[in-house]
């Protein structure tokens, strides 16, 4: 059949992502045929969704993000990771945050119009945080420096992409995704803390919480280039943590949910090499936590809310029929945004009958 439709998915999310080729058409040309085999074939930035693969193919994707940020909330893939902060133990901390992210991906084209992807994370995390603890003198905390290097698997990933319409040359199409995040990956409260402060002696590779995010992909053609939109909306699921950090009990946590939005184009420039720019931005609720002195006496606290917002600027090279080489460059224009994340995307795909 025809070529991919290039899906988009902000965010991280989150990010840029490359359309598999596989067929013998200028890149944002639609090849003739039908309108199930005219869809664009431009690759935008994608992370909620992807190229939708032909029936039958199968898309092997290794992928490596480097992410640097500076802020004092730790925020992943539209999740906040929760840290001592919400939980009484420290006033405020300034942060050094580095992440390197190396995944294996797979997609798979059920049937043309109907996708399915898996993909697996492996984290080296890095911070260097400065912590504010209090003391008995008012507005005089102590300082305490620490650095915290840890490495291990992230939350796997898991989600469905479906066409909703055929589209054709300078008409709409509508892909539905539902994305569900697992928390493989050790949480914020499963990690091993110090008995005396119950700061964390390691650093968390996951969210520890469950993820559903429904979105809605909306791309209109336009020889030479393709615009995209995408909108979803992240449900956190909650959990019992139940746990006693030093004096402080923590019930209950429901991590904030995000409102997702993002938008761009992605230009061919011909038939191997394309572009793309765009923004993103997630709205991220604030974190409810459960806490107290004991199980029967707490009550709820809200964490702030959040605003990440990023430009996103990519660049995709069309190797050969099979394979082809994306890199993307997110920059931050939020206050509690990653100060940068950079990501390397080699898709290869292959027709198993």
Same mark, same amino acid.
């Given at each position: 059949?025809? =070529?991919?439709?290039?899906?988009?998915?902000?965010?991280?999310?989150?990010?840029?992502?490359?359309?598999?080729?596989?067929?013998?058409?200028?890149?944002?040309?639609?090849?003739?045929?039908?309108?199930?085999?005219?869809?664009?074939?431009?690759?935008?930035?994608?992370?909620?969704? /992807?190229?939708?693969?032909?029936?039958?193919?199968?898309?092997? +994707?290794?992928?490596?993000?480097?992410?640097?940020?500076?802020?004092?909330?730790?925020?992943?893939?539209?999740?906040?990771?929760?840290?001592?902060?919400?939980?009484?133990?420290?006033?405020?901390?300034?942060?050094?945050?580095?992440? #390197?992210?190396?995944?294996?991906?797979?997609?798979? /084209?059920?049937?043309?119009?109907?996708?399915?992807? #898996?993909?697996?994370? $492996?984290?080296?995390? &890095?911070?260097?945080?400065?912590?504010?603890?209090?003391? +008995?003198?008012?507005?005089?905390?102590?300082?305490?420096?620490?650095?915290?290097?840890?490495?291990?698997?992230?939350?796997?990933?898991?989600?469905?992409?479906?066409?909703? &319409?055929?589209?054709?040359? *300078?008409? =709409?199409?509508?892909?539905?995704?539902?994305?569900?995040?697992?928390?493989?990956? +050790?949480?914020?409260?499963?990690?091993?803390? *110090?008995?005396?402060?119950?700061?964390?002696?390691?650093?968390?590779? /996951?969210?520890?919480? $469950? /993820?559903? +995010?429904?979105?809605?992909?909306?791309?209109?053609?336009?020889?030479?280039?393709?615009?995209?939109?995408?909108?979803?909306?992240?449900?956190?699921?909650?959990?019992?943590?139940?746990?006693?950090?030093?004096?402080?009990? #923590?019930?209950?946590?429901?991590?904030?949910?995000?409102?997702?939005?993002?938008?761009?184009?992605?230009?061919?420039?011909?038939?191997?090499?394309?572009?793309?720019?765009?923004?993103?931005?997630?709205?991220?609720?604030?974190?409810?936590?459960?806490?107290?002195?004991?199980?029967?006496?707490?009550? $709820?606290?809200?964490?702030?809310?959040?605003?990440?917002? =990023?430009?996103?600027?990519?660049?995709?090279?069309?190797?050969?029929?099979?394979?082809?080489?994306?890199?993307?460059?997110?920059?931050?224009?939020?206050? *509690?945004?990653?100060?940068?994340?950079?990501?390397?995307?080699?898709?290869?795909?292959?027709?198993?009958?």
């Amino acid at each position: 059949m025809g =070529a991919g439709v290039a899906d988009v998915k902000a965010a991280e999310s989150q990010t840029a992502e490359p359309a598999v080729k596989v067929a013998q058409t200028p890149v944002g040309q639609a090849p003739s045929g039908d309108a199930e085999s005219s869809r664009p074939e431009v690759p935008v930035a994608a992370e909620r969704g /992807g190229v939708l693969t032909p029936k039958g193919t199968l898309v092997f +994707e290794p992928s490596i993000e480097y992410a640097h940020t500076s802020v004092d909330r730790f925020v992943f893939q539209g999740v906040e990771i929760v840290d001592t902060v919400l939980i009484g133990v420290i006033d405020a901390s300034q942060a050094d945050r580095e992440v #390197v992210t190396a995944a294996l991906g797979f997609r798979y /084209g059920i049937t043309d119009r109907f996708e399915m992807d #898996v993909k697996v994370p $492996w984290l080296y995390r &890095n911070d260097n945080t400065i912590d504010f603890i209090p003391t +008995e003198i008012p507005d005089e905390p102590r300082e305490s420096e620490r650095s915290n290097t840890t490495t291990g698997l992230g939350d796997i990933e898991m989600g469905l992409h479906y066409q909703l &319409n055929k589209g054709g040359p *300078d008409q =709409a199409f509508y892909i539905a995704n539902l994305r569900v995040k697992s928390h493989t990956g +050790e949480g914020p409260f499963d990690v091993s803390r *110090d008995p005396v402060t119950g700061i964390e002696t390691e650093l968390p590779l /996951g969210s520890g919480f $469950w /993820g559903v +995010e429904p979105s809605l992909t909306v791309l209109l053609p336009s020889d030479p280039a393709v615009f995209y939109m995408n909108f979803g909306y992240l449900w956190n699921i909650k959990d019992d943590v139940n746990q006693t950090i030093l004096d402080t009990y #923590v019930g209950e946590v429901d991590p904030g949910d995000a409102i997702r939005a993002s938008f761009g184009m992605g230009y061919g420039i011909n038939e191997r090499a394309s572009f793309s720019i765009g923004y993103q931005h997630d709205f991220i609720m604030g974190t409810e936590t459960e806490l107290g002195d004991s199980p029967t006496n707490t009550e $709820w606290t809200t964490g702030d809310r959040l605003d990440i917002g =990023a430009l996103s600027f990519g660049a995709n090279y069309q190797v050969s029929d099979s394979t082809s080489v994306s890199l993307s460059v997110l920059a931050g224009v939020t206050e *509690d945004a990653p100060d940068v994340r950079i990501i390397l995307r080699i898709p290869i795909a292959t027709s198993l009958f």
